[in-house]
């Protein structure tokens, strides 16, 4: 595809840098620029049909980060809407609302959260009770924390949303259901009767994303209107249940996958552009007769950075992985088999977390890495942590994943105790887990990996059938050991991310020319070997290293950063970022961070004139003793 034809397009790039507009401008600049970004993008993709569905997400991911530093308010209609419809519509319904969401005939968005719950999706409180007589719903917010709170687009873009409410009929709970509900007039986009709309307000980012709120009174919805692929309402108010309530639930598991892609593009582009950053920024004199060294020369910013860029390509192979399974679990669904979506969710909700607390943090270590000037908004490293941190909260609070993939794990390993076989990415469960003398190689140390995750769900197991024989219910005893259940979860999945990332590697490694595949498993190495030191508690603990093993390891992962230290910037620019999309004064290709760090502080509003009013205002008066 043809990124260099959107991106050259006039009107798509800011002139005025962003954070200089107003609440209201940002939003309406932000909405010029969607229409006129759609319109670009669906002439360059009408060229590339063939292009395959994943490889057209990450190309619209990583443009639409350079056209919208803060995310586009159209971002739910593609990120969630389309996919509800597909995933949740029955056929006619697909036919009829697919071909006015993909002409952008409508604009919609998907409000679940309300304003009380977001994390319980049982818990919501919006109601849609079934009318059999006129043959509606009417959708009632019956109290304030059932108001529907955070959707994207939700505020004054979207004119469709998919409204996930309780279905009621004659006076009994059914669950949660999807609906389609239009909310504004398709003419003159007021909101309808017995619907009330608006914006949440500012955020620590996402302040171009519209996000809404939305309250109803008796608004009435025909019965088609709810979604019904999985169950249905028949005319007369029969409620005929799916086959499984979870799959109300398949579009967070379908964003929840995108994400660890997601997060793999935010962290190569932080990382580019510290690590270009660094490699022009000379800092002090360690050696008095030598200039100043690059600040990529000083071994503690190679630990801040290298890793970051290990980890990029840690999550895209993950992500790629993990798409398979998604895109293979989602042929069976439509099948009738249900049988891998709960491995599914259980690694979704592993990844997830792990991709966006590593990403979070490597993205702020980026942004120290760069010192004073990372600082600066015009690096565009504050901006992408802003969005790296909001998916550490949406589409599942990482807690709470990590407490769903627990669930998983101590059902699986309950039942291999009694015999049961364990399969999938859990099939290392019925490995071997007494301790061995140290293997330091990179399968050894995944391998101890392997071993921390089933000891530490193994003894989690323990803690929680002692509680429960102590006399604590099931709940209490889950909640007292769940600071243990979620480490457990993350000792999977940072089993599974190594396993994975050091997998997807040998795979492709016999097509990389040998300096390629030399630099790449150097990568790999670190990775492992960094996470290695990380965890050394856990390797102490259950994999038997040994405080020469530490020294040895550590020796290794200085001699990783030294070996790595010729190929970092060419790491980097293989991310193949355009300036446009890093957005950056400090990352730019040919390096001119500080003459664009002047342009840009040209372009303050404060600049404009030698001398504020506020100085005859206030400051004259007051240094005077006037006031
Ligand atoms: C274009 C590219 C863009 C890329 C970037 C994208 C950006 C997009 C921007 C997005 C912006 C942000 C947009 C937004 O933020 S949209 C709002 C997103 N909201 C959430 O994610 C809410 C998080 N909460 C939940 O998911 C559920 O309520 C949880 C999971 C916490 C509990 O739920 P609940 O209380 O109802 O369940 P339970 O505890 O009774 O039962 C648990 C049982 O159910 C099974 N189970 C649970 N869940 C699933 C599942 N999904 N598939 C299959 N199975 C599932 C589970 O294994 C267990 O099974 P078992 O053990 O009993 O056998
Ligand atoms: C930028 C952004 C965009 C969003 N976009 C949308 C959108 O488009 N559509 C939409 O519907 N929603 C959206 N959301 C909402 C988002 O999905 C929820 O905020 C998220 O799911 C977390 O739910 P919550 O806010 O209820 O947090 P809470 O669940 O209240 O979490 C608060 C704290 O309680 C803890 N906690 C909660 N439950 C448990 C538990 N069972 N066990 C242990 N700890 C627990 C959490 O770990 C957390 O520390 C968005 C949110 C953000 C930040």
């Known amino acids: 595809m043809d990124e260099q034809k959107v991106l050259s397009i006039k009107g798509l790039l800011d002139d005025t840098p962003e954070e200089y507009l107003s609440h209201k401008e940002k939003y309406e600049n932000s909405i010029r620029k969607s229409v006129l970004f759609y319109k670009t993008l669906h002439s360059t993709e009408d060229e590339n049909m063939s292009v395959d569905e994943k490889t057209k997400l990450n190309f619209r991911n990583i443009v639409t980060s350079a056209i919208f530093k803060d995310n586009s308010p159209f971002m739910l209609h593609n990120s969630m809407f389309i996919p509800t419809i597909m995933g949740q519509g029955t056929d006619e319904q697909r036919e009829y609302w697919m071909k006015r969401a993909k002409n952008m005939e409508i604009i919609g968005t998907y409000a679940q959260t309300e304003l009380g719950h977001g994390t319980f999706i049982r818990g919501l409180e919006t109601q849609a009770t079934y009318d059999p007589d006129t043959e509606e719903f009417v959708l009632h917010s019956p109290v304030l924390s059932s108001y529907k709170w955070w959707p994207g687009g939700l505020a004054h873009t979207a004119n469709y949303c998919i409204v996930m409410a309780r279905l009621y009929i004659k006076g009994k709970s059914h669950g949660i259901h999807p609906f389609m509900v239009q909310i504004r007039d398709e003419e003159t986009h007021m909101p309808l009767p017995g619907i009330k709309l608006g914006e949440i307000g500012a955020k620590l980012g996402f302040n171009t994303v519209n996000n809404g709120f939305l309250g109803f ?24 249940a799916g086959s499984n309530s979870k799959l109300t639930y398949g579009t967070m598991v379908y964003v929840r996958v995108l994400i660890v892609s997601n997060m793999a593009n935010m962290l190569a582009k932080a990382v580019t552009i510290a690590l270009r950053y660094s490699a022009i920024r000379r800092q002090s004199q360690p050696k008095p007769d ?27 192979m993950n ?37 966006t607390i590593d990403a979070t943090a490597m993205i702020e270590k980026c942004r120290l890495a760069c010192g004073g000037h990372g600082y600066m908004l015009s690096a565009n490293l504050a901006q992408t942590y802003g969005l790296a941190t909001a998916a550490y909260t949406y589409e599942g609070e990482n807690t709470v994943l990590l407490l769903q993939a627990a669930r998983s794990l101590v059902k699986a390993w309950v039942g291999h105790v009694k015999g049961r076989p364990l399969k999938g990415t859990m099939a290392y469960l019925a490995g071997d887990s007494t301790v061995k003398a140290w293997d330091g190689s990179i399968d050894g140390i995944i391998q101890s990996f392997k071993v921390v995750a089933i000891r530490k769900i193994s003894s989690v197991v323990k803690i929680l059938q002692d509680y429960e024989k102590s006399g604590l219910s099931p709940e209490d005893a889950w909640n007292k050991a769940s600071v243990f259940l979620t480490a457990a979860s ?19 490694a016999a097509v990389l020319s040998p300096p390629l595949r030399k630099v790449l498993l150097q990568l790999v190495d670190l990775y492992v070997t960094y996470w290695a030191l990380e965890k050394v508690g856990d390797m102490l603990l259950y994999a038997s290293i040994t405080d020469k093993d530490v020294d040895e390891l550590q020796r290794r992962y200085i001699e990783l950063l030294a070996a790595i230290r010729p190929n970092a910037v060419g790491l980097v620019d293989a991310f193949d970022f355009r300036d446009e999309i890093l957005n950056s004064t400090l990352g730019a290709y040919d390096g001119r961070a500080y003459e664009r760090l002047m342009e840009e502080a040209m372009k303050s509003p404060l600049n404009a004139e030698p001398v504020n009013q506020t100085f005859h205002k ?4 007051f240094m005077r003793g006037k006031l």
């Open 490 to 508: 993350e000792a999977h999945g940072r089993a599974v991310l190594l396993s994975v990332y050091k997998s997807e590697m040998d795979k492709r």
């Open 319 to 355: 992500a790629m992985w993990l798409w398979e399974i998604y895109y293979s679990v989602s042929l069976q669904l439509a099948s009738g088999k249900l049988d891998n979506l709960p491995e599914l969710h259980a690694l979704a909700c592993c990844l997830k977390p792990l991709s």
């Open 217 to 240: 009174e008796n608004h009435r919805i025909s019965r088609d209107r709810m979604l019904m692929k999985n169950a249905q309402v028949l005319k007369d108010g029969t409620f005929v």
């Open 290 to 316: 030598e200039p100043e060294p690059q600040i990529l020369d000083y071994v503690t910013q190679q630990h801040k950075l290298f890793i970051a860029i290990a980890s990029s390509h840690a999550f895209y």
């Open 618 to 621: 206030y400051l004259k008066p």
